[in-house]
C-alpha cells in the first residue's frame, strides 16, 4: 500500500501545473482615466510618459507613471474617433481618426498637446484611414482600406509635415474590399531599417522591404470572413514577427486567429497551440509576445509557437516602452491598465 500512495504522490507531482494555475508572465493595474470614451489608441513612451486616444474626440496623456491623465484635445476635433496615437516623447505625438472622406486625419503636437496642426487632411471620399506607424521621428506610414481594388499607403520622410500616397500602381492589387481593422492602431509594422508589413482583413501581410519602392503580398493561415481577418501585426526583429486576430463579433471564439513567420513575412506558418479568443493588438516585450483583446490576453515565450492565458480585464491595444519597464493598454469604458512583468 505504502508504494502504491508514494508512486500516486509522485504522479501527482510530476504533474504539469494547468495553465490557468501558473503565475501569469504580466501583471495587470487598472487605473483610472477619467473618461468612459473607448480608448482604442494607447503609446508608451517611457516609465512616467504614455498617451492614449480614442472616440469623441479623446485624447489623454500621463507624465507621472500613470496616476493623472490630463485631457489633451484637439481643436474642433470633438465627433472625431482617434483610432490611433503614435508618440516619440512627452512633447511630440500624432493622432489618426478614422471614417469616409474628410474624417479621416492626421494631426500633430510638438508641444505635449497644447496645440496640434492637421497634418494629413483627407478630402477624397472613398479613403478610409485605418491605423499608422512612425519608424522614428521623421518616417511614418499611414494605410487605408483600398480603393477601386487598389491599397491605399500613405508616407512621410519629414514628421508628417507633407504625406505623400504611394501611387497605386506600385502596389500589388488589393482583394474585393480589402482593407484593414481600425481596431488598435497596429496592423501597420516597421522595423529600424527599411522595412514596412500591414496585416489587412483577408488575412495577408503587405510588405516592403525597400521603404515602399517595391510591394509584395502574401497569404497567412489566419481565418477570414466577415468581421474577421488580421488585427495586428508586430516583429521583433527584420525575421521574426507575429499577426493576431479572430473574429470581433465572437470574441471567444480561437479558431486560426494567429500565425508567425522567421523570414521577414515571406511565409506564415500556424502553431500549434493558438490564442484563446479573439485578440486586436500583440506586442514584443523583452522575450515574449503578449497578445490583447476584449476578453483576456495571452502570452508566448516561444516565439509565438504556443501561447498561454495571461490575465487582464480585456483591452484593445497595448504599447510596450521603449525601454520594455512596462506598457500601458487601453479599452472599452476609458479602461486603462499599467502592465509590468513579474521579478
Known amino acids: 500500500m505504502r508504494i502504491r500512495v508514494c508512486a500516486v504522490i509522485a504522479a501527482l507531482v510530476a504533474m504539469p501545473t494547468p495553465p490557468q494555475a501558473r503565475q501569469s508572465p504580466v501583471q495587470w493595474t487598472p487605473v483610472e482615466s ?3 470614451a473607448r480608448l482604442r489608441g494607447v503609446s508608451t513612451v517611457s516609465a512616467d510618459v504614455a498617451w492614449a486616444s480614442g472616440a469623441a474626440g479623446t485624447v489623454l496623456r500621463t507624465v507621472d507613471g500613470g496616476r493623472t491623465w490630463t485631457p489633451r484635445p484637439v481643436d474642433g476635433a470633438a465627433a472625431l474617433d482617434f483610432r490611433d496615437v503614435d508618440a516619440p516623447s512627452a512633447e511630440v505625438a500624432y493622432v489618426l481618426s478614422i471614417g469616409p472622406g474628410e474624417a479621416s486625419r492626421i494631426y500633430k503636437t510638438a508641444d505635449g498637446g497644447r496645440t496640434w496642426t492637421l497634418q ?8 478610409f484611414l485605418d491605423a499608422m506607424a512612425f519608424r522614428d521621428e521623421a518616417h511614418g506610414v499611414a494605410f487605408a482600406d483600398s480603393v477601386d481594388g487598389r491599397f491605399v499607403v500613405f508616407t512621410t520622410a519629414n514628421g508628417g509635415a507633407e504625406w505623400t500616397r504611394i501611387p497605386p500602381d506600385r502596389l500589388p492589387p488589393a482583394l474585393p474590399g480589402e482593407g484593414a481593422f481600425a481596431a488598435s492602431g497596429s496592423n501597420v509594422a516597421l522595423d529600424r531599417r527599411r522595412a514596412i508589413w ?6 495577408r501581410v503587405l510588405a516592403s522591404h525597400d521603404e515602399g519602392r517595391t510591394w509584395r503580398v502574401v497569404r497567412t493561415p489566419v481565418a477570414t470572413g466577415d468581421a474577421t481577418g488580421i488585427f495586428s501585426i508586430a516583429f521583433r526583429d527584420p525575421r521574426h514577427g507575429v499577426v493576431v486576430g479572430g473574429t470581433y463579433t465572437d470574441e ?3 479558431t486560426d486567429n494567429v500565425a508567425v513567420t522567421a523570414d ?6 500556424r502553431p500549434a497551440r ?8 500583440v506586442t514584443w516585450w ?10 483576456g490576453a495571452d502570452w508566448s515565450a516561444d516565439d509565438g509557437r504556443t501561447w498561454t492565458p495571461a490575465g487582464g480585464d480585456g483591452y ?11 506598457a500601458w493598454a487601453s479599452g472599452a469604458g476609458g479602461r486603462l491598465g499599467k502592465v509590468t512583468r513579474p521579478r
Request: aromatic share 6%.
Open 316 to 326: 484593445d491595444a497595448v504599447s510596450v516602452a521603449p525601454d520594455g519597464a512596462l
Open 264 to 269: 521577414g513575412g515571406a511565409s506564415w506558418t
Open 286 to 295: 523583452r522575450d515574449g509576445w503578449l497578445a490583447v483583446g476584449p476578453t
Open 252 to 254: 471567444r471564439a480561437a
Open 198 to 203: 500591414i496585416g489587412t482583413t483577408a488575412g
Open 274 to 281: 493558438g490564442l484563446t479568443g479573439f485578440r486586436s493588438a
Open 34 to 36: 477619467g473618461v468612459t
Open 120 to 127: 494629413l487632411a483627407n478630402t477624397d471620399p472613398k479613403v
